[in-house]
């Protein structure tokens, strides 16, 4: 392991990765490796995690071929040096911010959508001229494989590797003297990243996880409102990190918005989930475990039923919950979403601002005085209004968390910008000296 970083390290030196022409082939390159590699990509997400070729395609593939072209079309203007104003002081000079790569990165992975999280944060940094080295996760092994082979199919070594592997492997790989670690996962194993990092002072983004709040406030659009929660919290199982985390409900709306919920359940799983050939999987027993657990507390209100052979829990929503509960202490990460009711917003606001800051933040109502003062009143990564997920779609938007919920951000330019530093240059004048600046010296110019 430390030889390839050793390797690419003095790859990098070598200048490689620095040209506009090397970083768009490679960008074209990954996007011809995905399409080649869709059949098994597809098929290795089914096995790892029952994904159905729909996800797989429109959360995985799809969204990697999107950041690529985005990439493509931006780059050239992202990596010209950009000319800043200067004070009076510096009359004469030219002021620059060069876009400089950092040199090797390392890329590590959770499960959850184990080819987007592994590929999008590579799509910036090979963008941005560096190196990487990726270690995707253990617990979705197919998928592990099929991105080592399709890499070393497209990249040399020396440029972009693929390290599997678990814990250990990680932790070791964090020994290098590596320029950049990029984290995806949960906030314990963050920690761990981060002082390990801090030993060589090595940059790090960490893309972590957190409980995301959904109101509901009794002017919203009920049966929208309850589609677009359903569709944004039992994706994948619920196991996204912006997933709906719980719900809070204006008391007036709730009966209202359950049952809105339970039709749009049906509708997008059908009256059997369990039975359905697309229902994600939970990914392996300890996370289907810890998940029914929570089924023992407050009371069921749709779903509940559990196949332990196949790893499959029914969209369920949970009431009477308690904040002492697990369900309300832990991440879910999993299909069981927990209501809270509430009469005033400062009510919901004080509650939330009680506990770490979450990744998103969802409200659905119409007053924009009350959107306006949940954005403003709260800390959280980013978030919609009157919708979930959607904001990490669009690219012009940086996607990253705040607090115990990550550090920095990407997607777009904030990949770009993630993986560069800014070198700030000054272009000095030699057809004139500014005299103050030496002891004893005159005030005024003096032409040489
Ligand atoms: P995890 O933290 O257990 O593992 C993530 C990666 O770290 C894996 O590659 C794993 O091998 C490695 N790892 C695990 N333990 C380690 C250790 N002690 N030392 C070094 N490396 C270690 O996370 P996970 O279970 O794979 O993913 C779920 C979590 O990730 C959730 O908390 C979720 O919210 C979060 N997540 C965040 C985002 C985001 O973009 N912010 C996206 C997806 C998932």
């Known amino acids: 392991m430390h030889q390839i970083v050793d390797q690419q390290k ?55 071929k999107s950041e690529i072209s ?18 009076l002081t510096h009359i004469g000079s030219k002021n620059y911010i060069y876009k400089e790569p950092y040199g ?15 590929l999008a944060p590579v799509i910036g940094a090979i963008a941005a001229g560096n190196t990487v080295i990726i ?58 990243i981060m002082e390990k990092a801090s030993r060589r002072l090595i940059p790090v983004t960490l893309e972590l996880g957190g409980k995301s709040p959904t109101i509901v406030h009794k002017d919203a659009n009920i049966d929208l409102a309850a589609k677009r929660i359903v569709w944004g919290k039992f994706t994948n199982s619920g196991q996204t990190c912006i997933a709906p985390d719980y719900l809070f409900v204006h008391h007036e709306v709730k009966a209202e918005l359950i049952q809105a919920m339970k039709k749009y359940i049906h509708e997008f799983h059908g009256e059997q989930p369990l039975k359905s050939s697309d229902y994600v999987k ?29 790893q499959k829990i029914e969209p369920t929503i949970l009431d009477q919950v308690k904040w002492a509960d697990q369900v ?21 606001i004080e509650q939330v601002n009680a506990r770490p800051k979450p990744l998103a933040l969802y409200y659905f109502g119409e007053d924009e005085k009350d959107q306006e003062k949940i954005i ?37 330019q904030s990949s770009f910008d993630t993986f560069t530093h800014d070198k700030s240059i000054t272009k000095q004048s030699t057809k004139f000296d500014q005299n103050f600046r030496y002891p004893g010296s005159e005030l005024g110019l003096k032409i040489i």
């Open 376 to 412: 403003g009143s709260i800390g959280f990564g980013g978030g919609c209004i009157n919708d979930t997920l959607y904001h990490i779609l669009n690219p012009h938007l940086p996607f990253g968390g705040v607090g115990e919920s990550g550090i920095g951000n990407y997607h777009g």
């Open 70 to 87: 985005h990439h493509l079309k931006e780059l050239k203007t992202w990596m010209k040096p950009h000319k800043v104003k200067a004070p």
């Open 282 to 310: 939970i990914v392996n027993g300890q996370h289907f475990d810890r998940i029914s657990q929570y089924l023992e507390e407050g009371t069921v209100l749709t779903g509940g039923r559990v196949d332990e052979e196949r």
């Open 10 to 64: 003095a790859w990098f030196e070598e200048g490689h990765t620095r040209s506009y022409a090397f970083r768009k082939e490679q960008l074209e390159r990954m996007k011809k490796m995905l399409n080649t590699f869709e059949k098994p990509i597809i098929d290795a997400l089914r096995f790892d995690l029952n994904k159905s070729e729909y996800e797989a395609y429109a959360s995985e593939i799809a969204f990697l």
């Open 104 to 118: 090797t990165v390392l890329v590590i992975a959770p499960w959850n959508y184990p080819i987007q999280l592994a």
């Open 135 to 192: 270690k995707p996760s253990e617990l979705t092994p197919t998928v592990s494989w099929v991105i080592k082979k399709m890499i070393e199919q497209y990249f040399s070594p020396e440029y972009i590797a693929v390290v599997e592997g678990d814990k250990e492997v990680t932790q070791e790989l964090l020994d290098s003297p590596l320029d950049y670690i990029f984290f995806t996962g949960s906030v314990p194993v963050g920690k761990i």
């Open 328 to 348: 309300m202490q832990d991440e879910i990460f999993g299909p069981v979403l927990p209501v809270l009711t509430f009469d005033t917003l400062d009510e919901v």
